[in-house]
Structure formats: structure tokens, C-alpha cells
């Protein structure tokens, strides 16, 4: 079995690289601060030049040591020279350095070593790594560098940094390397920041690449990595927003709430809404409708991500913003806090101990209590003994805020619980008067056994002559007489009809499937 994961992650790894140069024999060049100024330039594309040759990392890892350690040497000192030198990125250079980059890069991932699209867990799960990473780590510094670089000239840059080199450059986010990952977030916010042309195509096919994550393929490395980068360019949005900006709010990340690997960029999703709502604060009500209209039913380790995004929510809103939703939200709140997963309630529970939600439910604790208290007073039975502690908390709290109406609601809650125990009670006995007829049914008997019901003599004696003196006082037959106990009745069922003697027979009772509506 090892092996067979060994030949698959060596196959994936072998698609990701580039088909090796034929002529790989790299001949060590002069360094760049021991030659004359007026030959630096020469020699500065001479060595991009030869760092365009690619090697095999993967086939054949020991192959051509001496010539991959020729390229390795003149990436680090390309990157050195970068950093250290001014004056070097000359109108000549941009063209060779951006094509080094897309030489070593721009090519085919490898197949998703989980197609599934399951959730990468970053402590369980080892990360794939690229295996010409040796080379490739220093193609992305020098090229960070390059970009950083206070002699780096946007205008002359443009012609080599265009649409089509995005387009490829977002297409690398999807490697399952973090490392590359990391990079191109890094050079993408930088070419986003100086390449003033450029911007609205990349929000554009960003916005495509989430749509096709979300409606489509659910499966994609880099999510975390382009969330992080927009929160960034959320923040420097003018006021007031546009409409693009809007829409890319409720069409692109209030859906990605609904991906089943929402935990692998939670965090950077989150960040974004919050963004916005400091932005725009009259997005609040969408925003918090769309989170509840995407809340998780059954998945409990979603439902705590989905309330410490709201807790987050919570402490930028504004009070008239808090009104227009502080309904339904406690009501989904009253919900998780009557969770039997103690970590759900738990989570739910910590929103009274923080001061700002506090003074926001106790300016409105009129319309809050009466929704949250027969869930804390009915949870106070939790299996789990610390969601006891902060139930009373919680119920102290709400205590201080408003006595009487407290004690409102604990008489109205008792009451209700009362007219629950009656419910039940009546609905128990409406139960017990239809098995007392079904046991009079001839058929009864084979019926329950094939069913494996209890056919034990005291049953169908309570119920068989039980059922006869209630049925005197419920039932009677279609010709007016009514069925008595002391007649020679047979009673049979047929398609949900009652029969006795023949004539159909009116049962005053409630249906089955509802015995109370």
C-alpha cells in the first residue's frame, strides 16, 4: 500500500514540472561586482539567460548536480544584486527578468493528490511540496525583489506584466505547495498596488476563480491565500462602495460560507466581512441575513466558526443596525444555545461576556428576553456541567438588566410548561382511546404480531374493554344507532374507514398522523 502512495505522490509530483532544457551545460559566469560598471548590464541578462534553463527534479533528483548548483549560484546573486544595487533595472532587463519568471513557473499542477476536495488539515495532514522548490524559491525572491525595487518602473513594465501574465500568475495559486503559495500572494498584492491598470481585471478573474470554487468545482489550494490579499484591497476602497463591490459581497463571499472546506479559510473570510461592514455599516442587515440564511444545520464544528464570525460582526455594529436584526438573530442564538453539542452552547453562551453585545441587549432586552429565556431556563438540565455555569451567568445578567420582566417570564414560562404537560397528557390519552379500538378489530391480533407488537393478555384486556366503553360514547353507525357494548359488533379497517357490522361507523378522534394540530 506504501508503495502505491509513494508511485502516486511521485507521478503528481512529476507532472507539476516543466519538460527539462536539452542542453543543460551551464558554464560559470564572472560575478557581477567584479566586473566594470559598463559591462554589468550584459552580464546581468547573460545570467538571467542561463537561469532559463530547467533541470529534472524528479526522474532523475541527482542528475546534473554540477549545472543546477551553477543556477542556484546565479539566482542567489541575482537576488543579491537586486536588493543591494540602485540603478541596475534598466529598460533592457525587464523583458529578460519577467520571461525567467515565466519560464521557471508558468506551468502544469500536478493532479490534486485530493480530488475529493476534503478539508486539508495543517495538523494531520503533511503538505505536497514542489520538488524543484531549490530553484523555484529563488525565481519568486529575485522576482519580489525585482518588483519591490525603488528603480522598478510600472510604466515600462506593462508591456511584458499584462493581462495574460495575471491570468497565469493566478492560476499558480491553485499549487499545493503553501510555500509558492505565500509568494504569490505577496507578488500579486504588489503588482495589484502598482499596476493601477491592471486592477480591476484582477478583481475580475479573482471573482471568476470563486465562482467557479463555489458553484462548481468546491475544490481549490489557494482560497485562504486571495481572501487575504482582497482584505487587504477592502480596506482601501473609497466610500461610498460601488456596486461592483457590493455584489462581490453578497455573490462571492456571503456564498463561500456554504463550501464544505469553509474551515481552511474561515479566518480570511471572516476578516473580509468585517471589512466591508467597517466600510459600509448599512450592509449589516444583508450581511447578517445571509449568515443565517446559510447557517449550518447538522454540522456543529461549522455552526462555532459560523458564531465567532458573528461575535466578530457583532463588535463593529451600530445600535440602529442592531435593531433591524436583532430578532431573527437571537433566534438562532436561542437555538444554538439549546445545542445538545456543548461546544455549539458553549460558543453561543460567550456572547454575554462580552461588553459591547452586553449594552447592546440590554438597550433592547424587551424584545431579547422573552426569545432567549426558555432556552437558558430549559437548558439549565444540560448534560454538560460547565454550559451550567454559563446559563446562570447568562441568567443573572438578564436578571440585572430587567427584574420584573424576569419574573414575567419565568410565570409565563412555568405556565407554558404546564400547558405542554396538559398537551401531552391529552394527547397520550386521544393515543390510548385508538389502540383501544384498534384491539377491538378481529384482525388486530395477526397484525401485531407480524409487526412484533406486545400482545400480552392484560394489554388487550384493559384496552380491548376499555376501548369498548369509550367507543359507546364516540362512535356510531351510519343509519343513526349507535354501538354499544352489549351488540355483537365486528369491527374491521379498511383504506383508514372504520366498519362495524357492515355500516361505515364516525370516529370522533383526530387524525393519526396528527392527533393535535
Same mark, same amino acid.
Given at each position: 500500500?506504501?508503495?502505491?502512495? /509513494?508511485?502516486?505522490?511521485?507521478?503528481?509530483?512529476? /507532472?507539476?514540472?516543466?519538460?527539462?532544457?536539452?542542453?543543460?551545460?551551464?558554464?560559470?559566469?564572472?560575478?557581477?561586482?567584479?566586473?566594470?560598471?559598463? !559591462?554589468?548590464?550584459?552580464?546581468?541578462?547573460?545570467?538571467?539567460?542561463?537561469?532559463?534553463?530547467?533541470? *529534472?527534479?524528479?526522474?532523475?533528483?541527482?542528475?546534473?548536480?554540477?549545472?543546477?548548483?551553477?543556477?542556484?549560484?546565479?539566482?542567489?546573486?541575482?537576488?543579491?544584486?537586486?536588493?543591494?544595487?540602485?540603478?541596475?533595472?534598466?529598460?533592457?532587463?525587464?523583458?529578460?527578468?519577467?520571461?525567467? $519568471?515565466?519560464?521557471n513557473l508558468f506551468r502544469s499542477l500536478p493532479p490534486s493528490s485530493n480530488p475529493?476536495?476534503?478539508?486539508? *488539515?495543517?495538523?494531520?495532514?503533511?503538505?505536497?511540496?514542489?520538488?524543484?522548490?531549490?530553484? &523555484?524559491?529563488?525565481?519568486?525572491?529575485?522576482?519580489?525583489? #525585482?518588483?519591490?525595487?525603488?528603480?522598478?518602473?510600472?510604466?515600462?513594465?506593462?508591456?511584458?506584466?499584462?493581462?495574460?501574465?495575471?491570468?497565469?500568475?493566478?492560476?499558480? $495559486?491553485?499549487?499545493?505547495?503553501?510555500?509558492?503559495?505565500?509568494?504569490?500572494?505577496?507578488?500579486?498584492?504588489?503588482?495589484?498596488?502598482?499596476?493601477?491598470?491592471?486592477?480591476?481585471?484582477?478583481?475580475?478573474?479573482?471573482?471568476?476563480?470563486?465562482?467557479?470554487?463555489?458553484?462548481?468545482?468546491? =475544490?481549490?489550494?489557494?482560497?485562504?491565500?486571495?481572501?487575504?490579499?482582497?482584505?487587504?484591497?477592502?480596506? @482601501?476602497? /473609497?466610500?461610498?462602495?460601488?456596486?461592483?463591490?457590493?455584489?462581490?459581497?453578497?455573490?462571492?463571499?456571503?456564498?463561500?460560507?456554504?463550501?464544505?472546506?469553509?474551515?481552511?479559510? %474561515?479566518?480570511?473570510?471572516?476578516?473580509?466581512?468585517?471589512? #466591508?461592514? !467597517?466600510?459600509?455599516?448599512?450592509?449589516?442587515?444583508?450581511?447578517?441575513?445571509?449568515?443565517?440564511?446559510?447557517?449550518?444545520?447538522?454540522?456543529?464544528?461549522?455552526?462555532?466558526?459560523?458564531?465567532?464570525?458573528?461575535?466578530?460582526?457583532?463588535?463593529?455594529?451600530?445600535?440602529?443596525?442592531?435593531?433591524?436584526?436583532?430578532?431573527?438573530?437571537?433566534?438562532?442564538?436561542?437555538?444554538?444555545?439549546?445545542?445538545? =453539542?456543548?461546544?455549539?452552547?458553549?460558543?453561543?453562551?460567550? #456572547?454575554?461576556?462580552?461588553?459591547?453585545?452586553?449594552?447592546?441587549?440590554?438597550?433592547?432586552?424587551?424584545?431579547?428576553?422573552?426569545i432567549m429565556f426558555s432556552s437558558l431556563y430549559g437548558t439549565k438540565q444540560h448534560?454538560?456541567?460547565?454550559?451550567?455555569? &454559563?446559563?446562570?451567568?447568562?441568567?443573572?445578567?438578564?436578571?440585572?438588566?430587567?427584574?420584573?420582566?424576569?419574573?414575567?417570564?419565568?410565570?409565563?414560562?412555568?405556565?407554558?410548561?404546564?400547558? !405542554?404537560?396538559?398537551?401531552?397528557?391529552?394527547?397520550?390519552?386521544?393515543?390510548?382511546?385508538? =389502540?383501544?379500538?384498534?384491539?377491538?378489530?378481529?384482525?388486530? @391480533?395477526?397484525?401485531?404480531?407480524?409487526? @412484533?407488537m406486545d400482545m400480552s393478555s392484560e394489554l388487550l384486556f384493559n384496552s380491548g374493554?376499555?376501548? /369498548?366503553?369509550? #367507543?359507546?360514547?364516540? @362512535?356510531?353507525?351510519?343509519?343513526?344507532?349507535?354501538?354499544?357494548?352489549?351488540? =355483537?359488533? %365486528?369491527?374491521?379497517?379498511?383504506?383508514? %374507514?372504520?366498519?362495524?357490522?357492515?355500516?361505515?361507523?364516525?370516529?370522533?378522534?383526530?387524525?393519526?398522523?396528527?392527533?393535535?394540530?
Amino acid at each position: 500500500m506504501s508503495s502505491q502512495v /509513494a508511485a502516486r505522490r511521485d507521478l503528481r509530483v512529476a /507532472a507539476s514540472r516543466s519538460a527539462p532544457t536539452k542542453n543543460k551545460e551551464l558554464q560559470k559566469l564572472p560575478f557581477l561586482k567584479d566586473t566594470p560598471a559598463a !559591462e554589468r548590464e550584459a552580464l546581468f541578462i547573460q545570467k538571467l539567460q542561463q537561469c532559463m534553463v530547467l533541470f *529534472d527534479f524528479v526522474q532523475d533528483p541527482l542528475s546534473d548536480l554540477k549545472w543546477k548548483e551553477v543556477k542556484r549560484s546565479a539566482l542567489n546573486e541575482l537576488v543579491e544584486y537586486v536588493t543591494q544595487n540602485r540603478g541596475v533595472i534598466t529598460d533592457n532587463i525587464y523583458a529578460e527578468a519577467v520571461q525567467m $519568471f515565466a519560464v521557471n513557473l508558468f506551468r502544469s499542477l500536478p493532479p490534486s493528490s485530493n480530488p475529493s476536495g476534503a478539508e486539508f *488539515d495543517p495538523e494531520e495532514d503533511e503538505p505536497t511540496l514542489e520538488a524543484a522548490w531549490p530553484h &523555484l524559491q529563488l525565481v519568486y525572491e529575485f522576482f519580489l525583489r #525585482f518588483v519591490e525595487s525603488p528603480d522598478f518602473l510600472p510604466n515600462a513594465a506593462k508591456r511584458y506584466i499584462d493581462q495574460t501574465f495575471v491570468l497565469q500568475l493566478l492560476e499558480l $495559486f491553485d499549487s499545493e505547495d503553501p510555500r509558492e503559495r505565500d509568494f504569490l500572494k505577496t507578488i500579486l498584492h504588489r503588482i495589484y498596488g502598482k499596476f493601477l491598470g491592471l486592477r480591476a481585471y484582477i478583481r475580475k478573474q479573482v471573482n471568476n476563480l470563486f465562482y467557479s470554487f463555489i458553484y462548481e468545482t468546491e =475544490h481549490h489550494n489557494g482560497i485562504a491565500e486571495l481572501l487575504e490579499i482582497l482584505g487587504s484591497i477592502i480596506n @482601501g476602497f /473609497a466610500l461610498p462602495l460601488k456596486e461592483e463591490h457590493r455584489i462581490f459581497l453578497l455573490k462571492v463571499l456571503l456564498p463561500l460560507h456554504k463550501v464544505k472546506s469553509l474551515s481552511v479559510y %474561515h479566518p480570511q473570510l471572516a476578516y473580509c466581512m468585517v471589512q #466591508f461592514l !467597517e466600510k459600509d455599516p448599512t450592509l449589516t442587515e444583508q450581511v447578517v441575513m445571509g449568515l443565517l440564511k446559510f447557517w449550518p444545520k447538522v454540522h456543529s464544528p461549522k455552526e462555532v466558526m459560523f458564531l465567532n464570525e458573528l461575535e466578530e460582526i457583532l463588535d463593529v455594529i451600530e445600535p440602529n443596525e442592531f435593531h433591524k436584526v436583532m430578532i431573527p438573530l437571537f433566534k438562532q442564538l436561542a437555538k444554538c444555545v439549546s445545542s445538545p =453539542h456543548f461546544q455549539v452552547a458553549e460558543r453561543a453562551l460567550y #456572547f454575554w461576556n462580552n461588553e459591547y453585545i452586553l449594552s447592546l441587549v440590554s438597550d433592547n432586552v424587551t424584545e431579547i428576553l422573552p426569545i432567549m429565556f426558555s432556552s437558558l431556563y430549559g437548558t439549565k438540565q444540560h448534560w454538560n456541567k460547565t454550559i451550567h455555569g &454559563l446559563i446562570y451567568n447568562a441568567l443573572k445578567l438578564f436578571m440585572e438588566m430587567n427584574q420584573k420582566l424576569f419574573d414575567s417570564c419565568t410565570q409565563q414560562f412555568k405556565t407554558e410548561l404546564q400547558k !405542554e404537560r396538559e398537551k401531552q397528557k391529552q394527547r397520550d390519552m386521544v393515543w390510548a382511546k385508538i =389502540h383501544g379500538i384498534a384491539c377491538i378489530n378481529p384482525q388486530f @391480533g395477526s397484525f401485531a404480531r407480524d409487526f @412484533g407488537m406486545d400482545m400480552s393478555s392484560e394489554l388487550l384486556f384493559n384496552s380491548g374493554f376499555g376501548a /369498548a366503553n369509550e #367507543f359507546t360514547g364516540i @362512535g356510531s353507525l351510519a343509519d343513526g344507532k349507535e354501538v354499544s357494548q352489549s351488540q =355483537h359488533v %365486528h369491527l374491521s379497517s379498511t383504506n383508514s %374507514h372504520l366498519t362495524a357490522n357492515g355500516l361505515p361507523v364516525k370516529i370522533a378522534s383526530r387524525s393519526l398522523s396528527a392527533p393535535y394540530q
